[in-house]
């Protein structure tokens, strides 16, 4: 006999990232440590101003909101290891 011809498998669902990566995600631009949160949930940012500063290399790298907006996420906290792409603050 032929042997039976495979079922289709769905595909196993990626694992979920931490956050959804949707409107207002800041996301980090780059792997390394969380050397400071400068910004608090409910707190009203302009754009531009440093939300987190990472560490990678020893070297400091800010991380600056792309508009101004309400901060209604902190995910990350200080010393913290996070990874290229990773969302650090949604603001709203």
Request: aromatic fraction near 0%; charge should be negative; glycine fraction near 10%.
């Amino acid at each position: 006999a032929a042997p039976a011809a495979p079922r289709p498998v769905a595909p196993a669902p990626a694992p979920a990232p931490a956050a959804v990566a949707g409107p207002g995600a800041i996301p980090s631009p780059l792997a390394g440590t969380v050397v400071s949160v400068a910004v608090s949930v409910g707190q009203a940012v302009a754009a531009g101003e440093v939300l987190v500063v990472l560490e990678a290399m020893k070297m400091n790298t800010n991380i600056g909101a792309p508009q101004a907006g309400t901060v209604s996420a902190v995910l990350v906290s200080p010393g913290a290891t996070v990874t290229e792409g990773q969302v650090l603050i949604t603001l709203s």
